[in-house]
Every structure is written in C-alpha cells, then in structure tokens.
C-alpha cells in the first residue's frame, strides 16, 4: 500500500465584497470606512493611502493624498478624481462623466487605463493632492 501525502491546504485570504480587495485581515477595508465616516462628517483626510495601478501615472501606488469632502455633488467635474462606491465596491477613481437622474447627481466612475466601473449615486470625498512625504496635521 502506498502511502499519500496530505497536501497542506493554504489559507485563503478573506475577499470582503464592498471593499473589492483580497486582505488577510480586515484592517484595510476598516481604514477605509473611517476615512468615509470622516469625509461624511465633514472632515478632511490627510496622507490617504491606496494601492494600486490602475490610477497611474495621475496616482502611484501607494502614493499619499488628500481627500476633501463633498458638500455639494454638483460641483464635481469629469476628471475629478473622487472615492467612491460602485456595485459595492470601494475606488478612488476618475469621474468619467455626469448626470442629473432622479432628482440627484449620478457619476460614471473609470480607471485612468480607459476601463469604466459603473455609474454611482455614492461619491464620499475627493482627491485634492497627491504627495509621498506625509504631511503633519495642524492643530
């Protein structure tokens, strides 16, 4: 009788759906509701970190910004780049164009690469500056 090695079974990384994002851990994807809680309550985010290539060369990967909320969606353009959420998935993305649509500001959301995500009601903050030396918050 021959003997079979058991093969060790990897772990399988947890896929959190709303955030898009393969984590060991759900340390990014709670990162990343803080920084929306925080633009929801008006408040603007300093040294926001995402990877990611799909943004370059506009954003590099890993590189830090600044995130301002959004008091009024008409004012975001085609262009802006803003973080958002479409089919559940959380981006920091290109406005690729706009429309008024039930009485509220709908965006569809792409890459810088040509690829579009979707259209979205869900627009939290937008990128302001882009920078790779962390910037220290004021008092």
């Known amino acids: 009788m021959s003997k079979k090695k058991k093969k060790k079974q990897k772990s399988v990384p947890e896929v959190d ?6 984590t060991e851990d759900r340390s990014n994807y709670n990162y990343v509701l803080s920084v929306i809680a925080d633009l929801l309550a008006g ?17 590099r990967n890993g590189q830090l910004q600044t995130l301002v909320p959004i008091s009024d969606l008409g ?13 559940g998935k959380i981006y920091t993305h290109l406005v690729k ?14 890459n810088n690469h040509g690829h579009t995500n979707g259209w979205t009601f869900e ?17």
Do not use: Q
């Not at 627009?123 to 918050?137: D, T």
């Open 97 to 110: 164009s706009r429309r008024f649509r039930d009485g509220k500001w709908e965006f569809s959301i792409g």
């Open 43 to 59: 408040k603007t985010v300093i040294n926001y970190k995402e990877g990611g290539t799909s943004m370059e060369p506009k954003i």
């Open 75 to 87: 004012t975001i353009k085609k262009k802006d780049i803003v973080l958002c959420k479409v089919h």
């Open 17 to 22: 759906p709303h955030f898009g994002a393969v």
């Open 123 to 139: 627009v939290y903050g937008k990128s302001v500056a882009r920078y790779w030396k962390k910037l220290e918050k004021r008092a």
